[in-house]
């Protein structure tokens, strides 16, 4: 299968360059992967080249967990990672899979000196 880059996961979603959006939904039309690190970093850029809200990233990121041509690294990770961060107020979308990877890895508590990380079930603050 192939894979989508952080340049072309965006193209798909904000449509600014018209001919690039269409040359990436061809590309994924036969069906495309998406790394944990492409969604992280297009989570990134929607939210600070973009301005998307947090509302507005949970829904992109949950509509992208449901697309039809697209599958997720991880993707029960990128679900439960999801769910933590449309119920957390402060919690970056980032730290919500590393905690959930963590968890499925079996590697809890994650431990971290960021405050808002630590409120994340998993995760501990240090």
Known sequence: MRAVDTSLLVRLIVRDDPGQAEKAEDFIAPGAWVSQLVLVE?????????????AQVATV????????????????????ALATFEGSRSADFSDCLIVEAARK?????VGTFDKAMSRIDGATGL
């Not at 990134?44 to 998307?52: A, F």
């Open 42 to 54: 297009m989570v990134w850029v929607l939210d600070s080249v973009y301005g998307l809200n947090r």
């Open 61 to 80: 990121v949950g509509m992208l967990v449901e697309h039809e041509r697209l599958t997720l690294e991880g993707e029960d990770a990128v679900r439960g």
């Open 105 to 109: 890895a079996g590697h809890l508590p």
